[in-house]
């Protein structure tokens, strides 16, 4: 009879701690808008400053892909997937960008704030924040494999 107490007493007190949690920082374990994109740059002025304010990503020389977390970067490639979808009330772009000279996965992720006027097969060059690793569901052949994701602000045809 004292072990069902004290087993009783143990759920009790992780129910109770549950539901503190769940009160107290809500159900949303998705993360925040900013977690997952960056504000898309407009105006010529502010358009220069952040294409200056990005390193082109040197894929011959990187060995630890994390050490470029958080950094501003540009890479070009060529577009091999679009998604359009809605997240977070707003019209967001997933591109699947194919680098030749990135090994031993040719492919990044840039994420995008809107809609876009390029298509599969046009080269483009991709400003904003270094994430790595983003993992995809699909297509099969990168189904769970780590790719660079860049949170682009800005994309232009190159």
Partial sequence: MERLSTVLAILLIIVFASSAYVLIF???????????????????????????????????TIFDYNALNDQMVKATGQ???????????????DLLIKVPMLSPTPYIVATYTGTLPYNINDTITVYGKYFYPRVLDSPPELANQGLIDIKTGYIEKA
């Avoid at 997952?36 to 740059?41: E, G, L, N, S």
């Avoid at 577009?79 to 772009?93: A, P, Q, V």
Wanted: with cysteine; glycine share 6%.
């Fill in 79 to 93: 577009i091999s997937n679009k998604t359009e979808y809605d997240h977070f009330n707003k019209t967001r772009t």
């Fill in 26 to 60: 809500g159900l949303s374990f998705e993360g925040s808008e900013s977690d997952f994109y960056v504000t898309p740059v407009t105006g010529d002025e502010n358009i220069s400053t952040y294409k200056n304010s990005c390193s082109e990503l040197n894929f011959s």
